[in-house]
């Protein structure tokens, strides 16, 4: 009788862990499917800001390069102001990539930290803002006064390569006082981009890599080993 109710509950004991482990290996099968595609999701999205960030920078590179200066020139700070914000408006800009941003924001709050959210929204507001003021600066440029101080700029800046000193010192001051006016006219739009490309200097590993979950596969084997215990168990001798 003894050895009956022994059987009987190790019997019922199995059967409830049968149902424990099944629910259980379910579980974690659903969180790892979650984990993955957490991990997707992460990518797409750390990806996409990289390369808008390398975007960026490189496209910074060519609005401040010197390269393009009138060689043999010596530029003071108003030359330079004006030569940087005529770069900007002028450099090919790239476009910023937001599809992954966009389309993914129903998954969001699964993927991202809320910091991590916080900083990949602040990026993407930047960038908008960036071009938004770049287009302001581009109106600046494109009225007909600032058509004419871009074209006597560059008349002015060939004649001093060439070192005609008589026209170079006679339009010198006629030149400093819009050029100083363009200068401050278009400093808040220079003023945001430059702020935005040095935030976005920040930016270092926006979304860090996260370490793999434990594979499931090592799971279930320990899983498919207490299980195949209980059964043992409950074999008559």
């Known amino acids: 009788m003894n050895d009956t109710l022994l059987g009987a509950i190790i019997g019922v004991g199995g059967v409830l862990l049968g149902v424990v482990l099944t629910s259980a290996v379910n579980w974690r099968q659903g ?87 916080e900083r990949v929204y602040r990026l993407h507001t930047d960038l908008e803002m960036f071009s938004a003021m770049r287009a302001k600066l581009q109106e600046a440029f494109d009225t007909p006064e600032g058509k004419q101080l871009a074209a006597g700029y560059a008349e002015w800046m060939v004649s001093r390569r060439q070192q005609q000193q008589a026209m170079a010192h006679s339009t010198t001051q006629q030149m400093y006082a819009p050029l100083r006016a363009f200068n401050e006219q278009t400093n808040p739009f220079w003023a945001e981009c430059l702020a935005i490309y040095n935030r976005a200097q920040q930016l270092d590993n926006l979304i860090p890599e996260e370490a793999p979950v434990r594979r499931v596969a090592d799971w279930l084997k320990r899983v498919s080993r207490l299980r195949l215990t209980w059964a043992e168990k409950e074999t008559p001798k």
């Open 31 to 117: 969180r790892a499917r979650e984990q993955q595609e957490r991990r997707g999701v992460r990518l797409l999205l750390r990806l996409e800001s990289a390369q808008n960030l390398q975007a960026l920078s490189e496209f910074w590179d060519k609005v401040v390069s010197t390269t393009f200066w009138e060689i043999g020139v010596g530029y003071s700070p108003e030359e330079e102001e004006f030569h940087n914000r005529q770069r900007l408006a002028t450099v090919p800009m790239p476009v910023w990539g937001h599809l992954m941003w966009e389309s993914q924001a129903g998954l969001m709050a699964m993927a991202l930290y809320p910091t991590e959210i």
